[in-house]
């Protein structure tokens, strides 16, 4: 964990002059915060923090770029947890010059790292023993996903699609979450040759010819639910389509990577194989 503010008091210490107001910048920070049992002293989040749900009632400080530090600043928070990378770092110079209690966490990719996270956000808030909790929890989850996947000998063959509206597709590449998700529900990812998300082609659709197109809830939506697929270009063609192989998931459920990231895995991997 990096701490920017130095010489900071235990959450326990702060308990003891009541309630902190917390704000936090991140959807799988917010969700270990609730993991924790924290979550009724966030005051703000951002527009990632959609899990719980009751997190999308809170006052928004917005998305990366569009986060400004006076907003930070006017709900008068306590501790700010965020995400590393996530805030312009003006906005992280303004608020550790108005001497704001700010920590920044690295977002996981892996499940190891979403257990680092937990150890790291558990120590912070001297709940050591529940992060023990929480990731017996998620060994027991990647557990049951091992078990089912031992009973099953396919290995689909899918692409993760990053769609926001039918004229803005990508694909996910070699080194983002839908790659390690695939992994972890023993997914074939069709899409290899490139790291992150590229733009979505006709062509690369075509000759990927993938069997299962995995998208967020979200993504669907923005181009007019499973009906409106057939206005990205070359989507028809593919066996996916063809069989109506689309599975949809939460965003940050999929790629979050917090708690239930190992629910997440086994519900990918059962819906690719039904």
Do not use: W
Not at 5 to 10: G, L, V
Not at 150 to 168: L, N, Y
Request: aromatic residues 8%; charged residues 20%; glycine residues 8%.
């Amino acid at each position: 964990m990096s701490i920017i503010t130095a010489c900071t008091p235990s959450r326990r210490e702060e308990e003891s002059a009541g309630q902190s107001k917390i704000i936090t910048a991140g959807g799988t920070i917010t969700e270990v915060v609730d993991a924790l049992g924290y979550s009724d002293q966030i005051i703000a989040t951002d527009i990632t923090s959609t899990y719980p749900t009751t997190m999308q009632d809170l006052p928004s400080i917005g998305y990366r770029n569009q986060i400004k530090a006076e907003g930070i600043l006017a709900l008068g928070p306590d501790i700010v947890l965020i995400e590393e990378g996530y805030l312009n770092p003006d906005v992280v110079t303004q608020l550790k010059a108005a001497q704001v209690n700010i920590h920044v966490f690295t977002k996981p990719t892996t499940v190891d790292g979403t257990k680092k996270l937990v150890n790291e956000l558990a120590s912070f808030f001297d709940e050591e023993e529940k992060g023990k909790e929480i990731n017996t929890s998620i060994d027991t989850d990647i557990a049951n996903l091992t078990t089912y996947l031992e009973s099953q000998e396919s290995q689909p063959k899918a692409i993760f699609v990053m769609a926001r509206g039918p004229e803005t597709v990508f694909i996910a590449g070699d080194k983002t979450f839908a790659s390690e998700m695939f992994k972890l529900a023993k997914i074939q990812g069709s899409a290899t040759g490139f790291d992150e998300f590229a733009p979505m082609t006709p062509e690369s659709l075509v000759s990927m010819n993938p069997e299962y197109l995995v998208f967020f809830e979200s993504g669907i939506q923005s181009v007019g639910g499973k009906d409106g697929l057939a206005a990205i270009q070359g989507i028809d063609q593919t066996t996916a389509y063809k069989n109506g192989n689309i599975v949809s998931l939460d965003g940050q459920y999929l790629s979050g990577f917090g708690p239930r990231v190992g629910k997440a895995a086994l519900d990918l991997a059962k819906a690719v194989r039904q």
